[in-house]
């Protein structure tokens, strides 16, 4: 089956040219993206939204306009073997993922995508021949609506110099940049070829950001209920423990009648004063609670957040810690 506009030795060899070889994910990544490409309205101006980093970008740059480079393609690392398309201004598209399933028909590549025997023993013809005779069967696509907060260019915002390396940096990354924060993976070389200490050692503790914290509850049902109820998700990690996970952080559980070693000298449940940023409008989440049966205490009112202005409704866990949830104020 064709990949796009070429047929699959043309793309196999457009690949290698690329690529350095024609890796067997960049061929199903054509396919991905041909597919997605192909059920988009003629003419859309679209953007790629990729989940991995392997292959499947070089895939997207190889068919389409969209390249790291130019930001037409964000690359956001979910760990799937999965693409989007979508319109620039709207967001709306289709995701192109695996269909499991469906490659269960296909021995070599089923092993080969599920890694379940060494490379040397894979047999890379075949692995070749099952990938053009699948084709996209082994795809499958939704209709998708990609989050505003991707959509258009994005405005970096200021930048400046940094004060500890003297590069130039956007500042909303913090007071000093992200190299300097210790997060580049290199260490510069003095003439002699000494690493020269990074940075971050002769500053003071930098703080990024929060990672977790954790909560001391007397009922684990209830609070997953009302947590649950405004929006957190449970996740279970660890020996049996539990988290209330939402965006990029979570909330570590611990009962008050079984603490953890070590936790806090007073950890005791119904102290805790917590604010959540929403996406949701507060409206929207006012019904939702009033549906819920959940009471509100106080609001909306306007309160300065961590980074700025927003407003807050408040209300109790069934600990009784006071919980805010706020919407930012643009
Ligand atoms: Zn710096």
Redesign the pocket.
Known sequence: MNIGPYSFEEFKARAKEFHGYPAPGLILGGYMVAMAQKALPEGTLFEALVETKKCLPDAVQLLTLCSAGNNWMKVINLGRYAVSLYDKYSGVGYRVHLDMEAIEKFSEIRSWLLKDKPKREQDTDKLFRQLEEAGDSILRMNPVKVDESLLGHSHMGPVAA?P??G?A?PVADGD??L??LGNAPFALLSPDGRPSEPVEKKASIRVSRLDHLVLTVRSLDKTLDFYRTIGMREIRFGEGRTALAFGKQKINLQEEDSPRTPSAAEARAGSADLCFVVKTPLPDVMALLKEAGIALLLGPVERTGATGKIVSIYLRDPDGNLVELSNTVP
Do not use: D, Q, V, W
Request: net charge negative; aromatic share 12%; glycine share 12%.
């Open positions: 940094c500890e390396c590069e940096y000093i940049c190299g300097c």
